[in-house]
């Protein structure tokens, strides 16, 4: 790479650095503009393009949104308020993204807990979150079924891709639950007062 070529990319680079320092300035830990008032801003900016591709699928900003407005109005169908926390243990995919902003639209914290952790560790993330609700997905929630004996308080399981026959008094499939949820927006005043 010559030299005009490595001053081009820093510019580049340190044009970009501005743009984002100006973005975050304002933020600080008091501030009312959650990570999901950034989220639906884009949405309303980028409906239809992509906001995640993978080896399966490819989704837009707006199917995106609805998915995560199905998720925040699973958690108001569930009794979850405001200042209440769901444990999120979950693999890389697009409802990671989905849950997390969709309670998050709601006004519900979301933990989200390493997917590596096992055993004692899980265990005390999930203690500490002080969750009621556990969402994880078919390829994390043996490890969180192994730790639950180990947590101080029952947690409800719901997991996505669970198969029928695996759903137990505290597992549930979440499949059917979220896709059946409304995909209109939560009303931003559900969150109004919630800071960072």
Known sequence: MGLVANIRRDLRFVKGLRLLLGRIK???MDSVDLVCDDW??????????????DDRRSISYRDLDAMANRFGHWAVSRRLK???TVALVMQNRAEYIAAWM??????????????????????????ISN??????????WGKVEDARPLVDRNMMLWVLGLADEDEADERRGLDKPVRGGSSVRPARSVRSGLTN
């Open 26 to 28: 304002p933020i600080t």
């Open 131 to 140: 969750a009621s609700q556990v969402v994880t997905d078919e390829d994390c």
């Open 102 to 127: 969709g309670f998050s639209k709601v006004g519900v914290g979301t933990a989200l807990i390493n997917t590596n952790l096992t055993g004692h560790a899980l265990a005390h993330c999930l203690t």
């Open 82 to 84: 405001r200042g209440d």
């Open 40 to 53: 639906e801003e884009a949405v309303d900016k980028f409906a239809d393009h992509i906001a995640i591709q």
